[in-house]
């Protein structure tokens, strides 16, 4: 499951190191890449995520997932053939579509393995296909593009899910899959909209996934445009780098970003997870005042990562920024479940993506790009994309309120949920 994940996050995330050549390429403007690195994936991504996780809280959920990794993958390298933006939106569309089938269903498998008492921690292992998934993809896309393009760097993306969505596919066991049918607990569970009214009435829960949301507006609209700024702010520097390792620039880029993305994402998901088991069986508060701090320190170093005025010195700060905003999966991810109940795990977790996906990846991109480009002619092209990042950066603050106010209300709303399964 973490390794789907990764490759979910690889072919979600590559064209952000490969945004540059595919401007040039394209002709693109930055409200184009911010929609082909946000908008494009998570309009069928978000909407797709409902029904699926409705369909796994009955089915194979095993198989759900290997079809899923598949279908993503075959997408990602089918991207390599786009001539056009009107292409390029196509394909990935195609990516989030797939894509919709990885986490959910991932997630409630993993739930249903662990006693409540390791899930947090669980969840966070499986997170660390995140950061991990990201770093392969930026490091590998910087790597790969100067020496076989864009292009050919998007086929060998999708390569690898090809291989382990047949390994889930065919190997995978869905320890329900004997008690899905029939009578018996399918019977019971509720229908999609019935779970939608039950899970968006629950003040936490909304309070939750739109302080995720607010979180990932952060991430995936600065993330979009990271290499972006490097090549704009800092080529001179990183061409001096670059002398002395053997690489590009972008390739120095894509071995920071990973690198640095890489090790402190993975210490968050794995510090915020071990945070979530301890503190949070005795104090239900803790799993979510855990991600808002994550949700302010993280926002705050991203601020710091992105007015530095060294670049060597902004790539390192990637891992405080990155350590910070992936504290949250594990104790985050297990207050959503928690809330929802033991027949609407999965989704729950699609509800939470629908609205990660309509606020964070569809518009954090996009309005960071939209505003890179309204200040571009007054500000130049990297000052104004530096000022269209910083101006995004209000939605981690925002993030780390709903985090706070979801506190106050946890307690009570989990024993009502809890009380009445029982």
Partial sequence: MTTGYGLNLLDRQ??????????????????????????????LYSVAALPIARYADRANRARIVGVAILTWSVFTALTATATSFVQM???????????????PPSQ?????RFPPERRSGALAVFALGAPVGAAVGLIGGGLLEGVIGWRWTMVCAGIPGVIIGALVLFTLRDSRSG?????????????????????????????????GALLSFCNYGAMAFAGSYYLRLHSAELAEIGALVGQQPLGVIGLGL?????????????????????????????????????????????????????AAISLAVFAIAAFFTSVWYGPGTLA????????????????????????????GPLLMGFASDLLTPSMGEGEGLR????????????????YWLASRSIDREIAEVEGASE
């Fill in 387 to 402: 000022a269209g990042i910083l101006i995004g950066l209000v939605g981690g603050v925002a993030s780390g309120l709903l």
């Fill in 108 to 112: 409630s498998l993993i739930a249903d």
């Fill in 179 to 211: 008690k899905v049918r029939g009578a018996g607990p399918t019977a019971e569970i509720p229908s999609l909209t019935a779970a939608l009214k039950m899970l968006l009435s629950r003040r936490t829960f909304t309070l939750i996934a739109f302080a």
């Fill in 336 to 363: 959503m479940q928690r809330l929802a109940g033991a027949d609407a795990k999965a989704t729950a977790l699609a509800v939470a993506l629908f609205i990660n996906s309509a606020v964070g990846l569809s518009f």
């Fill in 258 to 310: 990973g690198i640095f993305g890489a090790t402190g994402g993975a210490l968050g998901a794995l510090v915020g997870g071990r945070l979530g088991d301890r503190f949070g069986s005795s104090s239900l508060r803790a799993l979510v005042l855990i991600p808002a701090v994550g949700s302010i320190l993280g926002t705050i170093s991203y601020a710091v990562m992105f007015t530095v005025p060294s």
């Fill in 89 to 103: 939106l196509l394909f990935r569309l195609g990516v989030g579509v797939g894509e919709a089938g990885g986490a």
């Fill in 14 to 43: 590559i064209i952000n190191i490969l945004a540059e050549p595919i401007k040039r390429d394209l002709g693109l403007a930055d409200w184009q890449l911010g929609a082909l690195s946000g908008l494009s994936f998570a309009l």
